[in-house]
């Protein structure tokens, strides 16, 4: 709405008003971002496949009962709340998914996964996380302190 349209529409007051809303709707964007599973996002109309990890999938339950797939999902939206996300695109997988390392606040979601034993290091395609994966192994935390199977292998028994 031009200034000219709301000079003849509103008074002062209101127009004040109306240009304040419309700066803060401009000034301060919303990134729509989703979290997929454990380690697939949605942002900005991109769904984006973390690079270098391989989360248990959605329902996916350990031998021990350990719901591993709805508690990676929800540690990497709780990662994710609140913070910047940027991804930084390294390649396409089979399914047209942009594999990226991606970062909220700066903090690598992919090796924030893997150390918190919520993914594993998927070291087909990578060792950057092999170091993160052997100190959550050696303190038992999330599926390496679970009778968990790898979501690869998971995957290969549906």
Known sequence: MSRRVLALVLPVAKRRRVLFILACIFAFPVHAQ???D???IKLDGTTYRI???DAPETHQ???DGYPAGIEATAYLRAMMRDRRITCEP???D???RTVALCRADGMDLGEAMVRAGMAWAFTRYSRDYEL???AARFEGRGVHG???KPAWEQRRER
């Open 34 to 36: 989703t979290v997929i």
């Open 38 to 40: 454990g380690d697939t």
């Open 51 to 53: 690079h270098g990890i």
């Open 61 to 63: 339950i350990c031998d």
């Open 90 to 92: 390294k390649t396409t």
């Open 94 to 96: 089979r399914y047209g």
């Open 132 to 134: 993160a994966e052997s």
């Open 146 to 148: 679970r009778n968990c």
